[in-house]
Nanobody
Framework: QVQLVESGGGLVQPGGSLRVSCTAA????????MGWYRQAPEKQRELVAE???????IYADSAKGRFTISRDNVKKTVYLQMNSLKPEDTAVYYC??????????????WGQGTQVTVSS
């Protein structure tokens, strides 16, 4: 029903910047949230940043002050601007979209992920 395509990942040096983007296609409802999770090797997937269905921007503590999430409602695209990158930011970054179907019900979709590697 919803397909998410991420782009912008790659290799960056510590202290550098990178912007990843995710574009949604398919049936995206009028009320939706979009955000980013990440998963490092041998670790669980964790929230990085998200614009929730209520419009709030939330960040992981590790991302606050360095990362900025934004959304383009016309393009159905979410961006994550990552500055001052650290080696511990290395992970596969997954885009997510939460479609609100009705009162008290929503469905979450996931992209395939894009690799972000921070290394010198």
């Amino acid at each position: 029903q919803v397909q998410l395509v991420e782009s912008g990942g790659g290799l960056v040096q510590p202290g550098g910047s990178l912007r990843v983007s995710c574009t949604a296609a398919g049936t995206v409802f009028s009320t939706y949230g979009m955000g980013w999770y990440r998963q490092a090797p041998e670790k669980q997937r964790e929230l990085v940043a998200e614009i929730t269905v209520t419009g709030n921007k939330i960040y992981a503590d590790s991302a606050k002050g360095r990362f900025t999430i934004s959304r383009d409602n016309v393009k159905k695209t979410v961006y994550l601007q990552m500055n001052s990158l650290k080696p511990e930011d290395t992970a596969v970054y997954y885009c997510t979209l939460e479609n609100v179907h009705g009162l008290g019900y929503s469905k979450r979709y996931w992209g395939q992920g894009t690799q972000v590697t921070v290394s010198s």
